[in-house]
């Protein structure tokens, strides 16, 4: 994604035409000792799973504190273990339904084995959904679109490939922390900048993380964050060039400013130069007649 947003950007270059580059993620959500774990968990399963993790703004990498990590870790499972999965239109209570395409889903089959490849450990997630490989909690017909596995991978460090590239589907790789300078520190590593979160009931902790992180958008004590009509969308890194969509930012992305100086006094004005000794009259104008 950032590659192509990069060549676009070069053609646009060329023609000195600007671009606006919404590009990808690998979106951080750090949780606290001081966090309201429930909360917490349920940002990060959300997060990660929520729309098949089809979004840009999906979590990528959860880095939790390794006080909390255990019992994070226990509340995160029994959920990611009782998801349930199928057509949203025909059961209730579906989390998430289909992959967008046969063409995506081999992308994000692809993206688990590369996973693997990197060393972290798959402790959950079995690849594409069929009548034969389908979790407890699977609704409908398997072969009736293309559905996936939720896939947890742990042990993931900042070394590894799966910690700096984007899975673009129903996937979390999970990291642990010593303390919040770490957890920033892994929260700003990857080579994306899009969306990013924390959960802490410290103040301070949360001002330092917001103020820290490289990343267009934060979620305080909320999920990794996504288009908000009233606010800038966009990134920074590898996720976007500068340009903010959505609320009043969304003009200067696709509009230009254009100055008009319209001179009513008959006589030359000098924009921007000092000149001494120099009376400005006023304008010989009969204002009213301007209405």
């Known amino acids: 994604m950032t590659e192509v947003g990069k060549m676009i950007g070069e053609v646009c270059g060329r023609n000195l035409v600007s671009c606006s580059l919404e590009l990808g993620g690998k979106n951080p959500l750090v949780v606290m000792p001081s966090a309201d774990l429930d909360n917490a968990v349920e940002g990060a399963y959300w997060g990660a799973f929520g729309t098949a993790g089809q979004r840009c703004t999906s979590l990528g990498n959860l880095i939790l504190h390794k006080d909390i990590y255990d019992e994070f870790m226990t509340k995160f499972m029994a959920k990611v273990e009782s998801t349930t999965i199928g057509d949203s239109l025909a059961h209730e209570g579906v989390l998430y339904g289909p992959m967008l395409s046969e063409k995506y889903a081999k992308d994000f089959l692809k993206g688990v084995e590369m996973c693997n490849a990197s060393g972290a450990k798959q402790i959950f997630g079995q690849g594409r959904i069929t009548s034969s490989n389908q979790p407890a909690n699977f609704l409908g017909t398997a072969e009736d679109g293309v559905f996936m596995w939720p896939h947890v991978f742990t042990e993931v460090t900042e070394g590894m490939e799966c910690f700096n590239e984007e899975v673009f589907g129903p996937a979390v790789t999970i990291c642990k922390a010593d303390d919040f300078e770490h957890a920033l520190h892994l929260a700003n590593a990857s080579p994306y900048g899009l969306s990013s979160a924390i959960y802490t ?63 009513l006094s008959g006589k030359l004005q000098l924009a921007q130069m000092d000149v001494e000794d120099v009376e400005m009259a006023e304008a010989d104008v009969d204002w009213t007649q301007l209405a």
């Open 201 to 263: 009931n410290d103040r301070l902790e949360a001002y330092r993380y917001k103020t820290g992180i490289k990343a267009g958008m934060t979620g305080i004590n909320n999920s990794t964050t996504g288009a908000e009509a009233h606010l800038p969308f966009g990134g920074v890194k590898g996720s976007g060039n500068g340009t903010r969509e959505s609320g009043i930012w969304v003009i200067e992305a696709y509009s230009y400013w254009h100055a008009v100086n319209d001179e």
